[in-house]
C-alpha cells in the first residue's frame, strides 16, 4: 500500500467541513498529494436562493495554511447531493484515493456519523475518513 | 372522472420564503378549478397513513426520529429541507392521501386520481429527508399495491431525479421506477447505468436530459425507451411523480416543457395502464405558481376531458441523442449484469454489488 496522491474532501463552509478540509490538508501537506475540494450544489443554491458561507478563497486559504501548494489544491463544483457527487467522483476517470469529509447532526444517529458519512463509508471504493468537528475532536 | 385526494399542506408546513411552500398547493386546486369538471370532480379526503404503511418503505426509527423532531419544533435537515412542528402531520397525511385515492378508484372503476399534497416525496429516502422531502408519498402507495399483488410502474417526470423512490425499490421486481430529469442536477443519481439490484434488473429506468431540453424529447424518452419496458412489464397500476418543474418558467431547473407538452406526457402515461381507473398523479416539485397552475389543467385535462391546453407544446431543443445513448447505456448495463449473473450460476457462487450512493448504503 501506498500514501494516496490524489486526495477529494467534501466542503460546504460548514464547521464540520471546515475540520475536513484542515485535516486533508494537512495530510496533503505532509505527503505532497493534490487535494480537490468538491462542493455540492443543492437544489436552493442551484437557484441562487441559499446564500451559503462557501468561498472558493476561504477554501484555498485552508489549504494554503496547512502547507499545501497552490498549484495542488483543485476547486470542484458539482451539481448533486454531497454523498452522491463523491461517489461519483470515485467511481470516475482520475478519481481520488482517499475521500475526506467531515461530519453533520444526523437525525438518525445523532453523536454519530451523518447520512452522508455513512453511506460513503459503505458505498465509496476508495478509503473514507471522517473528521470529528473540532469540539468533538478536543 | 377525476379523483382529488386531498389537499394537503395548503397551511401547514410552512418555511417562510422557502419555495416549496403552500401557496402551491392553491395554485395547484385553482388548475383543477380551471377545468370546470362539475360533477366529474369528487374529492376525497386524505388521512394519515397508518405506521403499517410508512415501514413498507421507511426505517421505524427515522419515523420516531423525524416526528420527535417535528414535535419539538423541527429546524433544518439539510442546505435544502425544513421541518415545522406542524411538518409530520402534514407528511403523514401526505402519505396517506395516496392511500385514499387509490381506494377511490378502486371503487369507482374508472378516470384518474390526482393527489394534492406537500411537501414532495421523491427525494426522501428510507432513512432521510432531503431535496424538501420528508416521506416518499408515491412509494407509500407503491408498496401498498405490491403487498396486494399488484405490479406498479412509476413514472417520474419531475425535473429533478426521484433518487429516494429508486433506492427504496431497487430490489423490487414488482415495481418499474421509470424518471425522466434534467442532467446534471441535483441530487446527482439517475444515470442509464442504474438498472435496478441483482433482484430486480432493468426495474429502474433513467433517461437523464441536458439543460433546454423541450416536450418532444421527453416523449421521445417515453416512447424509444420507457414504451418497450413498460409493455414487457406489464404493470397492473401506474402511478405518476407529478413534479412540473421541468415548465420552462421554473426557478429551479433549466428544462423547457411548457403545460402543453405535460399534456402530452401525461396521455402517453394514462396509455401504459392496461385498465381504465388505474391512474394516480402525485404533485411533487413545480415553484413557479402560474406555471404549476397551467400545467395542473393542462395534465388533468388531458386526462379528463381531453381539453386543450393553455400552451401548445415544444420541440427542437438539445437531448434527443441523450435519450439514444441513455437507451444504449441501459441495455449495455443490463446485458453486463445478466452475464454475470449467468457466469456465476454455473459456478453456483453468489455475485455481490458494492452499494451505490442512495441505494441503501447509509444503513
Known amino acids: 500500500m501506498r500514501a494516496p496522491a490524489r486526495i477529494a474532501v467534501g466542503y460546504d463552509g460548514s464547521p464540520g467541513s471546515e475540520a475536513a478540509l484542515r485535516w486533508a490538508a494537512a495530510l496533503a501537506g505532509a505527503l505532497e498529494a493534490a487535494i480537490k475540494v468538491v462542493h455540492a450544489v443543492g437544489l436552493l443554491e442551484h437557484a441562487g436562493l441559499a446564500s451559503l458561507s462557501v468561498h472558493e478563497d476561504r477554501a484555498r486559504a485552508i489549504a494554503a495554511g496547512a502547507g499545501v501548494e497552490p498549484s495542488r489544491v483543485e476547486w470542484c463544483v458539482l451539481e448533486g447531493d454531497p454523498g452522491s457527487v463523491l461517489c461519483r467522483m470515485a467511481e470516475g476517470p482520475d478519481p481520488p484515493e482517499l475521500i475526506v469529509v467531515g461530519t453533520r447532526r444526523s437525525l438518525v444517529h445523532p453523536g454519530l456519523l451523518g447520512s452522508t458519512s455513512l453511506g460513503l463509508v459503505a458505498c465509496a471504493p476508495v478509503p473514507v475518513v471522517v473528521v470529528p468537528p473540532a469540539d468533538r475532536a478536543s | ?363
Open chain 2, 1 to 363: 372522472m377525476l379523483i382529488l385526494a386531498g389537499p394537503v399542506g395548503e397551511r401547514e408546513h410552512d418555511g417562510g420564503s422557502h419555495p416549496e411552500r403552500p401557496a402551491r398547493i392553491r395554485a395547484a386546486l385553482d388548475g383543477v378549478s380551471d377545468l370546470r369538471l362539475g360533477s366529474d370532480l369528487v374529492t376525497v379526503a386524505a388521512r394519515p397513513a397508518q405506521r403499517d404503511d410508512l415501514l413498507r418503505v421507511h426505517d421505524g426509527e427515522y419515523l420516531d426520529e423525524l416526528e420527535s423532531f417535528s414535535r419539538r419544533g423541527g429546524g433544518a435537515l439539510d442546505a435544502d429541507t425544513y421541518v415545522t412542528d406542524t411538518s409530520w402531520d402534514a407528511a403523514v397525511r401526505a402519505a396517506g392521501a395516496g392511500l385514499v385515492a387509490i381506494e377511490a378508484l378502486e371503487s369507482s372503476g374508472e378516470g384518474a386520481a390526482f393527489v394534492v399534497v406537500r411537501p414532495p416525496g421523491h427525494h426522501a429516502q428510507r432513512d432521510r429527508g432531503m431535496g424538501f422531502c420528508l416521506l416518499n408519498n408515491v412509494a407509500v402507495a407503491a408498496a401498498a399495491l405490491v403487498a396486494k399483488g399488484a405490479r406498479v410502474l412509476i413514472v417520474d417526470w419531475d425535473v429533478h431525479h426521484g433518487n429516494g423512490t429508486q433506492e427504496i425499490f431497487w430490489d423490487e421486481p414488482d415495481v418499474l421506477y421509470v424518471s425522466t430529469h434534467q442532467w446534471p442536477l441535483y441530487p446527482g443519481t439517475g444515470r442509464p447505468e442504474e438498472i435496478g439490484g441483482l433482484d430486480a434488473i432493468g426495474t429502474t429506468l433513467n433517461v437523464p436530459v441536458p439543460p433546454g431540453a423541450t416536450g418532444d424529447v421527453l416523449l421521445q424518452a417515453m416512447d424509444e425507451v420507457a414504451a418497450p419496458a413498460v409493455e414487457a412489464f406489464g404493470p397492473d397500476w401506474v402511478l405518476v411523480s407529478c413534479g412540473f418543474d421541468a415548465h420552462r418558467a421554473d426557478p429551479l431547473a433549466e428544462l423547457a416543457l411548457t403545460s402543453g407538452d405535460f399534456a402530452a406526457l401525461a396521455r402517453r402515461t394514462a396509455a401504459f395502464a392496461r385498465s381504465p381507473g388505474r391512474l394516480v398523479l402525485f404533485l411533487e416539485g413545480g415553484y413557479d405558481l402560474q406555471a404549476l397552475r397551467q400545467s395542473t389543467a393542462a395534465t388533468l385535462g388531458a386526462l379528463v376531458g381531453d381539453l386543450p391546453p393553455p400552451e401548445p407544446p415544444t420541440f427542437g431543443g438539445p437531448g434527443s441523442e441523450a435519450v439514444r445513448s441513455a437507451a444504449r447505456d441501459r441495455r449495455r448495463a443490463i446485458e453486463e449484469l445478466s452475464d454475470r449473473l449467468l457466469a456465476v450460476d454455473s459456478l453456483d457462487a453468489p455475485v455481490t454489488e458494492r452499494p451505490r450512493w442512495g441505494l441503501g448504503g447509509a444503513r
